[in-house]
């Protein structure tokens, strides 16, 4: 039971990081984006301070045995760089340059019961869902088996 | 100058970042939402029940967000419902293809040095970044 305590707590202090730095803000977010007019680099500084905690601890503890269930802590991850790569993230820039949310601030948004907000979440699901369905045969089989 | 918002934005950063780390360190996973999300969804072998507990931390610290920092929380959705929902459609299958979303790319990818998300990062900055400029042609915020 240790690895799904750990996941929420993991979870509420991210939401927390999220919301004090205000990347609940879909203006923010925007702002950031805006790199050709009035630029505002809050994420900037989100970004900067989450990968400032996160490389020395990995760094530190890569390839050694995770506290928790024997996991292996990756060492640096194949990284290669292909079509999916580009067009994913390329697919994923234009809906976050649209609403100015991303996966974790929209999860979060969820708590203001808005129905822009779980809209912009089930759909995301929907996005999710459908790509499983169309890039990979064996877990399109598992849904058609579950709704068969 | 916005010294004060940029401040918390670097303290809730390290927050993130100590949230992923910690992750890291007690069970070897990566903190990348969109990456947990869909072994929610799909219901993912073995992996589902932590990161369904996630999930549930995300959203009891925006329930919890509401109270404390209500101010924080205030934010509208910027466009119409289906341009909403057409948007939340291409970041879910947007962050499926390429591999990883802000969070899985962006801090913990780019936090192991890895150059597949450096370049991701990069792509989907400079796309959202040129989405910004159309949207506001087109007439939108």
């Known amino acids: 039971m240790a690895k799904p305590l750990i996941g929420f707590l993991c979870g509420l202090l991210f939401a927390f990081g999220l919301g004090l730095a205000q990347m609940t803000e879909p203006t923010r977010v925007i702002g950031f984006l805006d790199f050709f007019g009035d630029w505002d680099p809050t994420l900037m500084f989100v970004m900067g301070g989450a990968i400032a905690f996160y490389l020395p601890v990995w760094y530190l503890l890569r390839g050694r045995k995770a506290v928790v269930g024997g996991d292996i802590i990756p060492k640096k991850l194949v990284s290669n760089l292909d079509k999916r790569l580009f067009i994913g993230a390329g697919i994923f820039g234009v809906g976050w340059g649209i609403a100015g949310v991303c996966p974790g601030p929209g999860i979060v948004l969820l708590a203001r019961a808005q129905v822009d907000f779980i809209l912009f979440v089930a759909c995301m699901i929907a996005g999710i869902l459908l790509h499983s369905l169309l890039m990979n045969p064996k877990a399109s089989k598992q849904v058609a088996a579950a709704t068969a | ?141």
């Open chain 2, 1 to 141: 100058m916005d010294w004060q918002t940029w401040g918390l934005a670097a303290v809730g950063g390290l927050m993130i970042g100590a949230a992923a780390a910690a992750l890291l360190a007690l069970t070897g996973k990566t903190a990348g939402i969109s990456g947990i999300l869909d072994g929610v969804v799909r219901g993912e072998k073995f992996e589902f029940t932590w990161k369904l507990a996630f999930v549930l931390g995300l959203t009891a610290g925006g329930i919890g967000l509401v109270f404390v920092l209500p101010e924080n929380m205030a934010g509208q959705g910027l466009r119409s419902l289906p341009v909403m929902a057409l948007a939340g459609l291409l970041v879910g299958f947007g962050t499926r293809m390429g591999g990883g979303c802000t969070s899985g790319h962006g801090v913990c990818g780019i936090g192991r040095l890895n150059v597949r998300s450096i370049v991701g990062t990069i792509t989907f900055i400079a796309v959202g970044a040129i989405t910004v400029v159309f949207a506001r042609m087109i007439g939108g915020a």
